[in-house]
């Protein structure tokens, strides 16, 4: 299996790779860890004439942790994620869901960029993001705008993100209280058949304080489940709130018969992980 | 499309190749160079036995264009060991029948190098986890982690690492 032929460019700023990208237009594509992009292109069902490396630009692979906002270049690979200590300790949901993405090698070059810019519903990132409220960073010849998370994605491979810009970066509030991002996927290095991402707050008497749930491959793009959440807050979190909760998500997931399997037994396997992963995320809070 | 002149560093030498920018890594290896070791198995990116180490990362040699190794240094299993002096690793999959067809072996050993250098005493469950991206298919895995295990043992003999 051979991509189609393409020119290959290695642009070493963003400015630089974003002039590109206007110059060559519709022609272009960025690539970045390339192990979404270039299976694709293997597929032929992509067949970019020209694709701009992002890997010489140092500057995208910071991940930093300023005061309570963390911000993370989007050519920062999963195992970077990994592998952060100041991560573990600000957002250490970001390392759970990293883990659980893949196997090791495509872990050490799938970048977390790549992982929300690509529009795979079975892409872990995009629901991890909006379940911590993410804004992203997107440089385009008119300059650099920011689109949270939960208003980026349209339907499957359709984002927010014009065709000629560039996602530079991440930024989300430091986490705090309990955290779980649960996966049921058939083997290791597989697709979610159904991922939720769920960070829960506890206050001193016990309440639920702040809550954000987002599911994983249940539709064509992720789901953030606001009403979800805010009945975890309302009614504090029970065994009868996280049944209602989980009821009230399972209302906005679509998922589709594949070979993960049928519809009924998608939905099965979405209550079984949410209700695992409000448990964790409250016990841990 | 034009070639590009490539100079990388394979298994501690400099040597040159020529590829045009779709050319995948793997191919450049194995056609060009002449280095057969890492193999071909899935071209989908899911089986691990075109495992390579670039720049201290366990890679998937046909996921990579040969251009975006430009200027880096590769490990295959021919810079692990020969047949005149086996790795610690070649030694144990043989001892413990870690192979038996031998065709994800490259691959496989080459990617329990990379994660006994970076967690030099791992439990059966790290063994497990970090060789989650190589498929081997008709050995089965309890030969092979047993394998993994006994080298780590090995390379942390005092007189195995003088
Ligand atoms: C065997 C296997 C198993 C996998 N399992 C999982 C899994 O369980 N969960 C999961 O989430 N993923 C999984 N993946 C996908 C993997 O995580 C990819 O690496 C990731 O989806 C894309 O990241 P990338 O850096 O490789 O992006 P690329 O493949 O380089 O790019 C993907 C797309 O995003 C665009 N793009 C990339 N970066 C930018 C940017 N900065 N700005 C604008 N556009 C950009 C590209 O043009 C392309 O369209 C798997 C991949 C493989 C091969
Ligand atoms: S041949 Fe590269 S992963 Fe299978
Ligand atoms: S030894 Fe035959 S596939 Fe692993």
Redesign the pocket.
């Known amino acids: 299996m051979i991509p189609g032929r393409f020119e290959y460019h290695q642009p070493d700023s963003v400015p630089a790779a974003v002039g590109l990208l206007s110059d060559l237009g519709d022609e272009a594509?960025?690539?970045?860890?390339?192990?979404?992009?270039?299976?694709m292109m293997k597929l032929r069902l992509?067949m970019p004439e020209h694709l701009i490396d992002?890997r010489a630009i140092d500057s995208l692979k910071q991940i930093s942790v300023a005061g309570s906002t963390v911000t993370i270049g989007?050519?920062a690979t999963?195992s970077d994620l990994i592998d952060s200590t100041e991560l573990a300790t600000a957002a250490p949901i970001v390392r759970e869901t990293a883990l659980?993405?893949?196997?090791p090698q495509?872990r050490y070059?799938?970048?977390i960029?790549?992982?929300v810019?690509?529009g795979?519903p079975?892409?872990?990132?995009p629901a991890l993001m909006q379940c911590l409220n993410a804004s992203f960073h997107l440089h385009g010849p008119d300059g650099e705008r920011q689109v949270p998370a939960r208003e980026f994605y349209e339907a499957a491979y359709f984002t927010a993100?014009d065709d000629l810009?560039?996602?530079?970066g991440i930024s989300f509030p430091a986490c705090e209280g309990g955290y779980a991002y649960e996966k049921q996927?058939r083997k290791i290095?597989?697709?979610?058949t159904a991922a939720a991402a769920v960070l829960l707050s506890k206050a001193a008497d016990s309440s639920c304080s702040q809550a954000a749930i987002a599911l994983t491959n249940l539709a064509d793009t992720p789901l953030y489940c606001q009403e979800a959440s805010d009945h975890l807050v309302q009614s504090g979190v029970t065994d009868a709130s996280i049944d209602a909760a989980v009821q009230s998500a399972l209302g906005q997931i679509e998922p589709v018969d594949d070979n993960r399997g049928p519809v009924e037994f998608k939905k099965h396997a979405a209550k079984v992980i949410l209700k695992r992963a409000i448990e964790n995320a409250w016990a841990r809070a | 499309m034009s070639k590009t002149k490539l100079t990388l560093n394979v298994n501690g030498k400099s040597v040159e190749a020529e590829a045009e920018p779709r050319e995948l890594l793997i191919h450049v290896l194995r056609e060009q160079l002449e280095i057969t070791g890492p193999h071909i198995g899935c071209e989908t990116?899911?089986c691990g036995a075109c495992t390579v180490e670039i720049d201290g990362r366990s890679v998937k040699s046909c996921?990579m264009f040969a251009i975006q190794a430009q200027g880096t240094e590769i490990t295959t299993i021919e810079g692990l060991g020969n047949p005149d002096k086996l790795h610690v690793l070649q030694e144990k999959f043989k001892e413990h029948h870690g192979l038996q067809c031998g065709y994800c072996t490259p691959g496989m050993i080459t990617r329990a190098h990379r994660l006994l250098e970076e967690n030099p005493n791992p439990t059966e469950e790290d063994v497990r986890f970090g060789i989650a991206g190589n498929l081997c298919r008709c050995t089965g895995y309890q030969n092979i982690v047993k394998a993994v295990l006994a080298a780590a043992d090995e390379l942390n003999q005092p007189e195995a690492v003088a």
């Open positions: 594509r960025v690539i970045a860890g390339g192990h979404s992009l270039i299976p992509a992002l989007a050519m999963q659980q993405i893949a196997d495509v070059v799938g970048t960029g790549g992982n810019a690509n795979d079975g892409n872990d990132m993100r810009e560039i996602l530079t996927k290095g597989d697709y979610a | 990116s899911h996921t």
